[in-house]
Every structure is written in structure tokens, then in C-alpha cells.
């Protein structure tokens, strides 16, 4: 259900998949944020404190449903309900996960949105992470593209 670059350019809503919005968060970055958690990633740290978001597909235990498909309209119409807070805070969107890189399309749209939008924008990626090919060009390429939000 994640969509490729190819679709992309094809005109293809952009969609990933969305482990859970949290709102309100004044962990993850400056002010009050709303925190979009994705699913998918590559790494099993023992650590970790969202390992729901492991799996980037859609799971469920017992009656709880961990993720869902969005598209990047979706996801902007829940962050845009808190602008006056980010305003007043100092705030924004946060991408968490989960590893944002594993979904790279989706989050790059997202944060080009947001800042589009003058909403402040953060990222808390895991590291450099092997999305495609057998080199690290493609992953390196990523990095980049999603540093320059």
C-alpha cells in the first residue's frame, strides 16, 4: 500500500502507512507538537519504545488495530487542528516511528507540506537506513533529502 516514487510522479495520492497522531507532545521537539509515528523499521532494538511500529504492516492483538493507510492530506488535515498552539508554542509536526526513512516518499512530501504551510517540522530518524539496492547510495540520498527540512 506505500506507494513508490513512480507512482508519485504518476499522480498517485501519496499514502504511507501510520502507526498512530499524537497530539500535544512537548517531548518531541520545541513547543507543543503533534507527533506522526510511522510503521516500518529495519532495526530490533530492545529498547525501543514504540515496538508496535516495527511491523510496516498493519497488525492487530486482540481488538487493537496497529496502523493505518493515509495520504498526505489525511495526515495534514489532523496536524493543521493544533496550528494556534504551534503558533503560540513555538511548535509543529514531529515524524517518529518507527524509521521515517524507511518510508522516504511520504515523509518528504509530509514535511514539504508542513513547511509549505509555515509549520515548524522535526524528524527523529533512527540513523541511515537501507531502503533500496544493495549499496548505501540510495539510503544516503534519503538522509539528505530529508535533512534539508
Not at 499522480?11 to 506522526?36: A, C, F, N, P, Q
Amino acid at each position: 500500500m506505500i506507494q513508490t516514487r513512480t507512482q508519485a510522479k504518476a499522480g498517485v495520492e501519496t499514502r504511507g502507512m501510520v502507526l498512530r497522531l499524537e497530539r500535544s507532545s512537548i517531548h518531541d521537539g520545541d513547543g507543543l507538537r503533534t507527533v506522526v509515528f510511522l510503521k516500518g523499521c529495519p532495526l530490533r532494538c530492545q529498547w525501543c519504545s514504540t515496538p508496535e511500529s516495527m511491523s510496516s504492516a498493519i497488525e492487530t492483538a486482540g481488538d487493537t488495530t496497529y496502523g493505518t493507510v493515509m495520504t498526505v492530506d489525511e495526515v495534514m488535515a489532523e496536524v493543521r487542528k493544533d496550528v494556534i498552539f504551534y503558533f503560540h508554542s513555538g511548535g509543529g509536526m514531529t515524524l517518529s516511528g518507527g524509521e521515517p526513512l524507511v518510508q522516504p516518499d511520504f515523509s518528504a512530501e509530509l514535511l514539504a507540506r508542513a513547511q509549505g504551510e509555515g509549520i515548524n517540522t522535526a524528524i527523529e530518524p533512527v540513523g541511515p537506513v537501507q531502503t533500496g539496492g544493495t549499496d548505501s547510495s540510495e539510503s544516503q540520498y534519503h538522509v539528505r533529502r530529508l535533512q534539508t527540512y
